[in-house]
């Protein structure tokens, strides 16, 4: 009951940050935009541009895009092909999504872990960008790795809340 | 008999054969058919140019653990891992192709060695390339003749003493240069000869400025190879991979070289104007680029200032 | 395993798994992740971040969700009943005029956003009702806006032009300009197509005994039409300063995407009054959905590639359809063909990815100009957007009007996906349409 009530919690939170992430990620592109106008305007006004305004957009656009592909996912909004779902029965769907889930998760957390390792090497070897702004490395890196955490624990969500629940639920009223 | 390992060979230039084409893809490929033919096929060779396996700054990366075997890499990519590389695109550091080729055995050289060697890389081949500038205004010969400009420097070192010249260093990828230079988001633009001709600058520009005298550009472009990859090798096929390696240079800077004069051929038949850098131009730039590149590399690098001198010390 | 045996495993686990349920994303993530696993060394594995990383580090790339985030402050304002009003008043006198202006509004509607689904949702939200109301068949009404829809990728701003220009490295400027006259052809086209049938199905009527709604006369005055254009006039504006600035280029197209979504932000919340945050907040969360999904499509994607091209499955393939000695308009042929069967189950983006590293060899060395390529390359997706089972826009449709059967859509597409297949057999013959204009800039 207890560990019921945790999980709950748990899911209700990371909604609510997924969501804060989402509107954070729509942000992050209104202000690239800004700023690469702005920095069209002073090179034609002032014929001066600046050496990092293209740079932080694409670190602005690569944590845009991570942080909120758990709130894409939560969202519907990672497009899939779905004929298939017309050709089998249910359970044999319920059983396949999970599966297809429990492929994603494991891609993602892969990839969050690999991540994580990549901040820490690029952070203790001071990595940064051949630019002459030279932005630290570890920091697009580490967007990269919350994205991917992220993601792969709103998969553990869906595995456990989408697809595991309603096939106990329909274990339970099989047998009853 | 063995079944052959193959090698793969990565590079960001435009892909062709082993007569024709950029000569940086056809040094790769002489060296993997020379390779290929002294060990009796027991190395073969798969080239992915054009970045087609890797992403240009990145292979770097993939050689050092080993998931890339070999590249005609320019070692100031690098530059933001290992800063001490940043000195292979070093602005008028380097001043002529036969002192840039003499680093191989002086201290500098064998310096460079360790330092790629500690990363878990190998220098085969050693490599120089001259560059140029393409603008649209005026010809670009001293200093004095780019205040204002939107100059596409390339590289952290170029913008770093063109921006102390008075320029301003302005960042476009590569598949935009030809449409910027057009439309005059960039008035100028500083790169290899090779790259000036295969962009097809010369549609737009209406100067050129080549290395056939002097140059402040020269970039170290080696072909290097994965360490973890090299040891994988017998010791005759590591021999073998030395030798060829080295057996190219001579290649190297004549292709090189052949570029510079073509980049003066192809604008001057584009209707261009065509200039050259003099010495007194030079030693302009040169106190330009020790007061600005020279200076955060002496103090951002532990031993950028040894570097330096070991370089300049090169007769 | 041969290379041959390699490839064949990889592209059936990517079926696999593409038909698995998965995101798209996520499936051609995962077929390069056990790739790498089971036939590459481990050092790849772990340096997979870092490939993302490199791959998505790209100038180019920001001009996708900056599109997109114009599309998403347009589409949140009246603009497309605006256009959809005016086109229809301005036009009223043309047989079938209903139809026709829905396509024109599409057109326009296409010109200020890069995605195809989007500029069927906002236009069909409006015209389908309407043309229903007005006597048009089902068929007719859904099909012209699906198909008017796929004009927004190929009328630029477009996702699709983008994606192709980073993939070969072309100009993304010169494709986009590229676009425009074949795009505002296709839609002339589509509008004679349209007029076409409708005056069939008025015929149809007048032989039929019922008072069909087709047949009632429309009026409108001058005033009445003139008074459309200011409530236009910004979006008109905003459109032109971004063509005039791609064309002339006063920036990097991804300089001037920032300056068409920073436009159209103002746009919206000064002229639209779209300020509060309830409004504001559907087109930011909007824009972060549509961008991550293709932003993790291209990402996964590379991924995909890589695996394709480290194993040298790529090359082979390549090598393999060069081998072929094909004539060069037989291998254009093929490649459409091919294009067109995986555009009934990819969408654009996948498909771009996936299949140009392989083609591109072919195409460039039978002598195609590549950014010819890229528009014909386009009208093949738009196709497959129409194309049943998978077909993005097929499901707006549906999703705007759920009382129609998919069967009725599908009914409705098919003579526009048959014209898109004779376009692209105009534009093969007729190269000039797509260069021209281009062609004027050298
Ligand atoms: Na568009
Ligand atoms: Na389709």
């Known amino acids: 009951m207890a560990a019921r009530l945790l999980w709950r919690a748990f899911a209700r939170k990371l909604a609510a940050l997924n969501l804060w992430m989402g ?6 592109v209104a202000v690239s935009a800004v700023v690469l106008t702005a920095e069209v305007l002073l090179r034609y006004f002032l014929g001066s541009p600046s050496d990092w305004a293209l740079e932080l957009c694409i670190y602005m656009l690569i944590a845009s895009t991570f942080v909120s592909t758990a709130y894409t996912l939560a969202a519907k909004g990672h497009v899939n092909i779905d004929i298939v779902d017309h050709l089998m029965s249910g359970t044999a769907n319920r059983w396949r999504m999970l599966l297809a889930d429990l492929g994603s998760a494991g891609l993602c957390g892969f990839v969050a872990v690999n991540a994580w390792r990549l901040t820490a090497v690029a952070l203790n070897e001071g990595w940064v960008s051949n630019s002459t702004w030279g932005p630290k490395l570890w920091i697009p890196f580490a967007f990269i790795a919350l994205g991917m955490t992220l993601l792969a624990l709103q998969y553990l969500v869906q595995i456990v809340d989408a697809r595991l629940a309603p096939m106990l639920a329909g274990g339970r009223h099989g047998r009853a | 008999a063995q079944a052959p390992k193959v090698l793969k060979i990565s590079h960001q230039f435009p892909g062709g054969s082993i007569d024709e084409g950029d000569f940086r893809d056809r040094m790769v490929r002489k060296f993997a058919a020379e390779v290929e033919k002294r060990t009796n096929g027991q190395l073969k060779f798969e080239i992915y140019p054009a970045s087609s396996l890797v992403k240009p700054v990145e292979q770097w990366g993939a050689m050092a653990n080993g998931s890339l075997d070999l590249s005609l890499y320019p070692l100031a990519y690098a530059g933001g891992r290992v800063p001490e590389l940043n000195i292979g695109l070093m602005p008028a550091l380097v001043t002529s192709y036969e002192q840039g080729l003499r680093w191989k055995d002086a201290p500098i050289g064998k310096e460079l060695v360790r330092i790629v060697e500690e990363k878990g890389v190998k220098i085969l081949t050693w490599v120089w390339q001259a560059g140029g500038i ?16 939107k100059f596409r420097g390339g590289s952290k070192e170029m913008d770093m003493m063109l921006k102390a010249a008075g320029a301003s260093p302005t960042n476009v990828p590569s598949s935009e240069i030809y449409n910027a230079m057009q439309s005059g988001v960039l008035d100028a633009a500083l790169t290899s000869s090779t790259s000036l001709i295969s962009f097809r600058l010369h549609e737009h520009a209406k100067h050129v400025t080549t290395a056939r005298d002097k140059t402040f550009w020269f970039m170290f472009e080696p072909i290097l190879m994965s360490k973890a990859s090299f040891d994988k090798l017998t010791p005759e096929q590591q021999k073998i991979v030395m030798e060829v390696g080295a057996s190219l240079e001579k290649f190297g800077m004549e292709s090189a070289r052949a570029d510079d004069q073509k980049l003066a051929e192809v604008y001057k038949q584009a209707g261009d104007a065509v200039h050259d850098m003099n010495e007194a131009a030079f030693a302009k730039w040169r106190d330009i680029a020790r007061a600005s590149a020279w200076k955060d ?4 690098v532990p031993n950028g200032k040894k570097l ?5 010390s090169v007769k | 395993m041969g290379v041959l045996e390699i490839g064949l495993l990889y592209l059936g686990a990517a079926l696999l798994l593409l038909f698995s349920g998965m995101p798209i994303a996520f499936a051609l993530g995962g077929v390069a992740l056990a790739f790498m696993f089971f036939f590459m060394p481990s050092s790849n594995l772990e340096n997979i971040a870092e490939t993302l990383y490199s791959e998505l580090n790209n100038f180019t790339l920001l001009t996708i969700p900056l599109f997109i985030l114009m599309g998403a402050a347009i589409g949140k304002t009246r603009a497309a009943a605006d256009l959809y009003e005016a086109a229809h008043r301005w036009l009223y006198k043309l047989p079938g005029s209903l139809g026709v202006a829905n396509v024109f509004g599409c057109s326009v509607f296409a010109a200020m956003c890069g995605s195809s689904p989007a500029t069927c949702a906002a236009m069909g939200g409006m015209g389908i009702p309407e043309m229903r109301k007005r006597g048009y068949s089902e068929e007719l009404a859904t099909g012209l806006i699906a198909a008017g829809g796929t004009l927004g990728i190929l009328i630029p701003p477009s996702l699709t032009l983008i994606i192709y220009g980073i993939i070969t490295e072309q100009s993304i400027g010169k494709l986009f300009i590229a676009g425009v006259i074949p795009g505002i052809l296709l839609a002339v086209i589509f509008a004679l197509w349209v007029m076409f049938a409708a005056w069939r199905e008025k015929q149809a009527a007048r032989a039929g005994r019922a008072a069909s709604e087709l047949l009632k006369a429309e009026f409108f005055t001058w005033r009445q039409r003139l008074e459309t254009l200011p409530r236009l ?57 549509e961008s991550c999904m293709i932003m993790m499509i291209i990402a996964m994607a590379f991924l995909f590639t890589y695996v394709m091209s480290y194993l040298h499955i790529t090359q082979s393939m390549a090598q393999w359809l060069v081998g072929l000695g094909l004539s060069k308009w037989a291998y254009l042929f093929w490649v459409n063909v091919l294009l067109l069967v995986l555009g009934c189950f990819l969408p654009p983006v996948a498909i771009i990815l996936m299949v140009t590293p392989v083609i591109m060899p072919g195409i460039l060395a039978a002598g195609f100009d590549p950014i ?14 129409i194309t049943p089972p998978v077909g993005l826009n097929l499901f707006v449709i549906n999703g705007i009007a759920p009382d129609i059967g998919f069967r009725q859509i599908m009914r409705g597409v098919m003579p526009f996906i048959v014209i898109m297949g004779l376009y692209i057999v105009l534009l093969a013959l007729f190269p000039e349409i797509v260069m021209w204009l281009p062609d004027q800039s050298k």
């Open chain 3, 372 to 385: 010819w390529f890229g528009i014909v390359l386009t009208i093949n997706m738009e196709m497959g957007l």
């Open chain 1, 23 to 28: 509107y954070a990620a729509g942000l992050l």
């Open chain 2, 297 to 300: 590399f002496e103090e951002k």
């Open chain 2, 134 to 149: 393409a603008s649209r205004g005026k010809p670009i010969v001293g200093p004095d003749d780019v205040k204002g400009l």
């Open chain 2, 308 to 312: 330096l001198e070991m370089a300049v």
């Open chain 3, 233 to 289: 006039l910004p979006f008109v504006v905003l459109i032109a300063v971004v063509m005039v600035a791609l064309y002339d280029g006063w920036g990097t197209p991804s300089e001037v995407a920032g300056v068409g979504a920073a436009g159209s932000l103002l746009l919206v919340t000064a002229i639209y009054g779209v300020w509060r945050w309830r409004d504001l907040k559907e087109i930011l969360l909007g824009t972060a959905r």
